[in-house]
DNA sequence: CTGTTAGCGCATTCAA
DNA sequence: TTGAATGCGCTAACAG
């Protein structure tokens, strides 16, 4: 593995002007010893060694992707596309910056702090953060940090995030539903917790029924199981008879989806027999048959804006807007019955 | 940030004492200032620096998980359920064990090559790589490597792998189609390479169509493209009446879910006016309707066997398998019409 | 324009 | 059972 210095030796320099000329320092070399230690520096096929930069400049230029999750969650989330067309924009810009991409998923904040500091990480990402647990990270870390999706506990403390104009989706699907003549209606949340996004777009729907003088109260939603069999049995009493609720409003594609399906073997019409909602857009909602009426959101945009967001902070450079929260569109389709009159 | 010497100093010891605390090695050290270590350890916080780590060890604990793909179509790719199965198992495996996950997606081997030099990565593992890149990558790379879902061209070197028994898959889903009556089917390639995977499960197909006496040559194939609207204009070429076609034999269930949904929207029906199969058997093939007739394999299964021989063989211990090829299964549902008779 | 030098934090001899 | 010394490869401050 030939180093600077062994470069330096056999060009006959030292190795001060070999990092000039890695670094593109020219203005302190002279072009002709320039070329003759990129010669060499191709011809030993020269690599460097991360380990001996993170030490000299404490800085490993590697981004830290992390995923809060449960870990033995990992398949079902990732499964679904949202998660992997925002991985996929951030390997992508990452890469393109000259920078390194390391994920890892965890739940502990303690964690993600010895992260950043055992890899000297340029920068973080931190995606789906709960509430209480983002200041802490601030905190006690020193890197820049973005968050995606995640809405903090903070008043006084400014931080960088890139979210979605939840509670506007949800408030748009809403009143789409309201409209159609859809009063009783049930929200499913994606995660048990029921935090952050999950809240907002609840909001939304809250808003919406409020409007109409109808009050749309916290018990009118479902924290979706992780395991599956929970929610088919969850997706079924929703939808019996018995039960009045004429819509169901997810707050993703991938259940509503899933939803569906399994309510389509059970032999439930959707709309006929009962409407549904999805929220993402995303290629679900237009495989499956009905196409999910859904609430349009670019999750790639979100990866991407949060990288150059973090970039800036990195290079020090004015952040123009610090929250940014990407628009909404309602997209109508064919899974909401119109049942007015 | 503390460090080994800082703790070293509070506690009154050499380094060398506290790093021996740190690894473990209590033989070397008594248990009355190995407790008291732990306590400075742990009141200062103490995390390691990986740069100098890299330094000392000329090994970083990462592991790097290359997806070969062009850059650009890293959102059709990962947007497949198939890819974040492999990644989403990964990366639990790889944390489980206390690496750590670097992700990077390229289709130049001599990146390849430069990360695992500039990272001292401790072993790399390569997904879908064209068969003439393999070879030359073990060569030039010193970490241990492990590839999944590529056929390398080599015969007398050995090398480490992960695939599935693709030329089965083939000719399971071949020998069900010709059961049910099918003769005229044309197999649609995911890649416009056509190589590794897609490749052999066409073999596969020919395989059982030459146990019938009937020729599928290699025109029978289409490589499909990343353009989603070429894409389009093949499915409806391939399903008119002017084509003589009765089943589709996708070597995805992704496409061909999609190509299910389009069909569905321009009025064809699946299976009754043309059959489609998928190759996966993942969340698409259950989630549309008619479910895909498919070949089922365990992706999350891929990921964790191929980290977990790369452990192998990064302790140097034993394999007793270098090269594994997982089991497929014909699933039938309800996307292929019985034509017989 | 070029070279010398010190130091980043750790593991690893070797000595005590 | 403990400690001192060395070197990994690089950058940056300083000298020439």
């Known amino acids: 593995m030939p180093t600077i210095k062994f470069i330096a030796k056999k060009a006959g320099v030292s190795p001060t002007t070999v990092t000039n000329v890695l670094h593109g320092n020219y203005a302190r070399v002279s072009k002709a010893t320039r070329e003759k230690v990129e010669t060499y520096l191709k011809k030993y096929n020269y690599a460097p060694n991360m380990g001996a930069m993170i030490l000299a400049q404490n800085d490993s230029r590697i981004i830290g992707v992390i995923m809060f999750m449960e870990p033995r969650w990992n398949e079902t989330v990732l499964e679904d596309p949202f998660s992997s067309a925002i991985l996929g924009a951030m390997e992508e810009e990452i890469r393109a910056m000259g920078y390194f991409f390391m994920l890892h998923t965890t739940t502990d904040k303690e964690e993600v ?14 995606v789906w953060v709960p509430r209480n647990i983002g200041p802490i990270i601030l905190d006690s870390v020193e890197s820049p940090v973005v968050f995606i999706d995640s809405h903090l506990a903070t008043k006084d403390k400014t931080y960088h995030s890139v979210g979605l104009k939840d509670e506007e989706g949800g408030y748009l699907i809403s009143r789409y539903l309201l409209e159609m003549g859809h009063r009783k209606v049930i929200f ?33 939603k479902i924290l979706l199981s992780k395991e599956k069999s929970e929610r088919y049995k969850t997706y079924s009493k929703l939808s019996s008879k018995e039960m009045p609720y004429t819509a169901l409003v997810f707050s993703s594609d991938y259940y509503a989806a899933e939803a569906v399906s399994y309510l389509q073997d059970c032999g439930i019409r959707v709309p006929e027999d009962i409407s549904v909602t999805g929220f993402d857009d995303n ?21 991407r804006i949060a990288v150059s967001m973090l970039m800036k902070l990195i290079k020090k450079q004015e952040i123009e807007q610090p929250n940014v929260q990407l628009d909404v569109e309602l997209v109508i389709r064919d899974s909401v019955k119109d049942i007015n009159n």
Chains 1, 2 share one sequence.
């Open 283 to 303: 290629i679900f909602s237009r495989m499956i048959h009905p196409h999910l009426t859904t609430i349009h959101q670019n999750s790639s945009d979100k990866g």
């Open 113 to 126: 702090v010895r992260l950043a500091k055992t890899w000297k990480l340029a920068g973080l990402i931190l």
């Open 188 to 220: 499913l949340a994606n995660d048990t917790l029921f935090s952050g996004t999950d809240l907002h777009r609840f909001r939304g729907c809250q808003k919406a029924f409020k409007e109409r003088n109808i009050d749309l109260d916290l018990d009118e």
